[in-house]
Structures are given as structure tokens and as C-alpha cells.
């Protein structure tokens, strides 16, 4: 039996075709391939980047807040201690009022009607200040008064630690 005669060209043409097909199917492939592992690589490096930038700007950040805990436990410091300050010159000075070793008086004003008001004057000869007439206040009174300063220089240093924070928080 002969083979008729189109037989081997066409298996030659569909060899061919299988042969250029799969030819052209792994060029593809790789084209393909080495498509995608360039565009990974670029991801990859984008993502690095952002990574990377996130990072320092982090870093930045820390290093900022730091910085501002710092300012703030300074001025923490110096607001407890001018506060300590003030509350110590406070107690000295009641406890001078306690033991009369110091005495709060005031200026009279001579020319008021009504003269001294019946408010004792201390002695001109025995008294520091020369000219003026003045009269001792009560020691209660003079407490009480020590009490209202020491709280007005409490609100006094409390205001200006807020300023000092304000201040600190807004650079």
C-alpha cells in the first residue's frame, strides 16, 4: 500500500505547525515572565522606598516628641520648684506672724477726717519707718492676708507653667 501522495506534506504542515506553536508559546512564556519579574522588582523597590520613608519619618517624629518631653519635664521641674519656693517663703513668713517676730501695719492717712479711727499708732521713735503713721494689724488679719497672697502666687506660677506648655507645644 502506498501512501497517497498529500499524506506527508500535510503531517510536514502539521508538525511544522506544532512545532512553531510551541516555539511561539515559550517565547511568550518567558517575554511574559521576565514582564512580571520586572514589574515585581519595581514594586518590590517602591515598596522599600515607602517602607523606608516611613520609617525616617517616624524616626522624626520620636525624636520631635522626645525633644518636647524634655522641654516639658524642664518646665515641670521649674514650675514644682518656683511652686515650693513660694509655699516655703509662705510658711516662714506665718510663722513670723505666729511668733510676732514680724508684723504686717499699714499707712494712715493723716489728713482723713476722723483721725486714727480708733486704730492704735505704733511709736514714731521706736519704729523703723520715720515720718509716716502706721498701725499694727491684727495677727489673724495679717494671716489671712498671707494666706490670700500665697494663693494668688500659686495661680500666678500655675498660669505661667500653662503659658510655658503652651508655648513649648506650639513650636
Same mark, same amino acid.
Not at 36 to 47: G, I, K, M, P, V
Not at 52 to 63: L, R, S
Given at each position: 500500500?502506498?501512501?497517497?501522495?498529500? &499524506?506527508?506534506?500535510?503531517?510536514? %504542515?502539521?508538525?511544522? &505547525?506544532? %512545532?512553531?506553536?510551541?516555539?511561539?508559546?515559550?517565547?511568550?512564556?518567558?517575554?511574559?515572565?521576565?514582564? %512580571?519579574?520586572?514589574?515585581?522588582?519595581?514594586?518590590?523597590?517602591?515598596?522599600?522606598?515607602?517602607?523606608?520613608?516611613?520609617?525616617?519619618?517616624?524616626?522624626?517624629?520620636?525624636?520631635?516628641?522626645?525633644?518636647?518631653?524634655?522641654?516639658?519635664?524642664?518646665?515641670?521641674?521649674?514650675?514644682?520648684?518656683?511652686?515650693?519656693?513660694?509655699?516655703?517663703?509662705?510658711?516662714? &513668713?506665718?510663722?513670723? %506672724?505666729?511668733?510676732?517676730?514680724?508684723? !504686717?501695719?499699714?499707712?494712715?492717712?493723716?489728713?482723713?477726717?476722723? $483721725?486714727?479711727? $480708733?486704730?492704735?499708732?505704733?511709736? $514714731?521713735?521706736? $519704729?523703723?519707718?520715720?515720718?509716716?503713721?502706721?498701725?499694727?494689724?491684727?495677727?489673724?488679719?495679717?494671716?489671712?492676708?498671707?494666706?490670700?497672697?500665697?494663693?494668688?502666687?500659686?495661680? &500666678?506660677?500655675? !498660669?505661667?507653667?500653662?503659658?510655658?506648655?503652651?508655648?513649648?507645644?506650639?513650636?
Amino acid at each position: 500500500m502506498k501512501a497517497p501522495v498529500w &499524506l506527508l506534506p500535510t503531517l510536514a %504542515l502539521v508538525l511544522g &505547525l506544532a %512545532l512553531g506553536g510551541w516555539c511561539a508559546w515559550t517565547w511568550q512564556t518567558n517575554a511574559y515572565d521576565k514582564a %512580571l519579574a520586572e514589574q515585581a522588582a519595581a514594586y518590590s523597590t517602591d515598596r522599600e522606598q515607602a517602607a523606608t520613608a516611613v520609617i525616617d519619618w517616624q524616626e522624626i517624629q520620636q525624636d520631635a516628641r522626645r525633644a518636647l518631653e524634655d522641654r516639658l519635664q524642664v518646665n515641670d521641674e521649674t514650675h514644682y520648684k518656683e511652686l515650693r519656693d513660694a509655699q516655703s517663703n509662705q510658711v516662714r &513668713l506665718r510663722d513670723k %506672724l505666729a511668733t510676732t517676730e514680724l508684723r !504686717l501695719s499699714v499707712l494712715l492717712n493723716a489728713t482723713a477726717s476722723g $483721725g486714727s479711727c $480708733g486704730v492704735p499708732a505704733t511709736a $514714731g521713735a521706736s $519704729g523703723l519707718v520715720h515720718g509716716a503713721t502706721r498701725a499694727e494689724l491684727d495677727p489673724a488679719a495679717a494671716q489671712r492676708i498671707v494666706a490670700i497672697t500665697g494663693d494668688g502666687d500659686q495661680g &500666678l506660677i500655675a !498660669l505661667a507653667a500653662c503659658q510655658t506648655f503652651v508655648r513649648q507645644a506650639l513650636r
